[in-house]
């Protein structure tokens, strides 16, 4: 790895240091009794531990190597479609509703971007769709957008 990465690895600690210590400010609350800060430390906390490990393995990789990202990672094209797909998701969610525009999100996910089989790209995409839906409007009772038929 580079030393760009350790550099990127510390400001990014940082960061997670300082979203963590503002989270503390406005409330943590619990989780029966979630704080407006809560998700903020959550996120603050996972942001520093992916951090702290690229950090940790910039100092275990043995020799720094530069890869290129159209050899080894993320083509360019890929990564078209997936910032694609976000926008046209977060454009749709409020017409088709938060179910069907997850699971056809996830579908085009596993199809375009991961080219799995149509079976296991169903399966993954409803499995996704009923646990996002269970998490977040039966366990914590958030109201999701139902769709043009939910009016």
């Known amino acids: 790895m580079a030393r760009s990465d350790r550099y990127a690895a510390l400001f990014f600690i940082g960061l997670s240091l300082f979203i963590c210590q503002q989270a503390t400010v406005i409330g943590v609350g619990s989780l029966r ?6 998700l903020a430390l ?6 520093g531990l992916l951090a702290l490990a690229v950090f940790i393995r910039t100092y275990l990789s043995k020799a720094a190597i530069d890869v290129d990202q159209d050899e080894e990672g993320i083509h360019r094209g890929k990564f078209f479609l997936i910032c694609t797909s976000l926008f046209v998701y977060a454009v749709l969610i409020l017409w088709l509703g938060f179910a069907l525009s997850t699971f056809l999100f996830v579908l085009f996910l596993f ?7 149509w079976w296991r790209s169903l399966v993954k995409a409803v499995l996704i769709t009923v646990g996002n839906y269970l998490v977040f409007v039966v366990w914590l009772g958030i109201r999701l957008p139902g769709g043009f038929w939910a009016e």
Request: charged fraction near 20%; hydrophobic fraction near 35%.
């Open 42 to 47: 959550g996120a603050g906390a996972g942001i």
């Open 33 to 38: 009794k979630p704080g407006p800060g809560l």
């Open 111 to 117: 199809r375009a971007v991961q080219a799995e089989r």
